[in-house]
């Protein structure tokens, strides 16, 4: 992946995801129906954030381990 951080210009990165809850549902039950992945800046930390799927199986699985 070429990546280039719009605030300094550096060239090196870490990825990472995170997942997080939607609704009043999902916050009741713990549900983290969101997932995103982040690209952060080495040098600067600046932090992008990219929505990414999740499938209905990986809902479930997640609402039976919490």
């Known amino acids: ?13 870490e990825i990472d995801q995170i ?8 916050k009741l039950f713990n549900i ?6 982040s690209v952060s800046c080495k040098k600067c930390t600046y ?3 990219f929505k990414a799927k999740t499938s209905a199986l990986e809902n479930v699985f997640d609402f ?3």
């Not at 992946?1 to 990165?13: A, F, G, I, V």
């Not at 997942?19 to 999902?26: H, I, K, R």
């Not at 983290?32 to 992945?37: A, E, G, M, R, W």
């Open 64 to 66: 039976f381990t919490n």
């Open 47 to 49: 932090t992008e954030f």
């Open 1 to 13: 992946m070429k990546y280039k951080c719009p605030k300094c210009d550096n060239t090196t990165y």
């Open 19 to 26: 997942q997080a809850t939607g609704g009043t549902f999902t």
């Open 32 to 37: 983290q129906n969101k997932k995103f992945t």
